[in-house]
């Protein structure tokens, strides 16, 4: 599976962004979809996921509310919308495929495939 992260770039704090995660090589709806972040000088953290089965989504405190996974079997794609962004958000924001048949996690050292970062940074 090919992963392939767009949508970055520089926002201002409380706009707006959708990132997208767009596949290839395999279909999506096998696979459980994470986004990670990784700030300068900092460990990489999961963002939010969303499972393969059911659609259920799970976020984050710091995001929460402000963040909304969601995925598109037909396209073959994942969206990260993010509302409200806040200059702490900025970082290089990677989606990640985990196969399983239900469930989802936020734990990078479980993710079967990795798409390239797109960088976001919030600022006025």
């Known amino acids: 599976v090919q992963l392939q992260a767009s949508g970055g770039g520089l926002v201002q704090p409380g706009g707006s962004l959708r990132l997208s995660c767009a596949a290839s090589?395999?279909?999506?709806?096998?696979?459980?979809i994470t986004w990670f972040r990784q700030a300068p000088g900092k460990e990489r953290e999961g963002v939010s996921c969303i499972t393969p089965n059911n659609g259920m989504t799970y976020e984050t405190d710091f995001v929460k509310g402000r963040f909304t996974i969601s995925r598109d079997n037909v396209q073959n794609t994942a969206y990260l919308q993010m509302n409200s962004p806040n200059p702490e958000d900025t970082a290089v924001y990677y989606c990640a495929a985990d196969r399983r048949v239900a469930g989802c996690g936020l734990h990078p050292d479980a993710m079967d495939y990795w798409g390239k970062g797109t960088l976001v940074t919030v600022s006025s």
């Open positions: 090589g395999a279909t999506l709806d096998s696979y459980a």
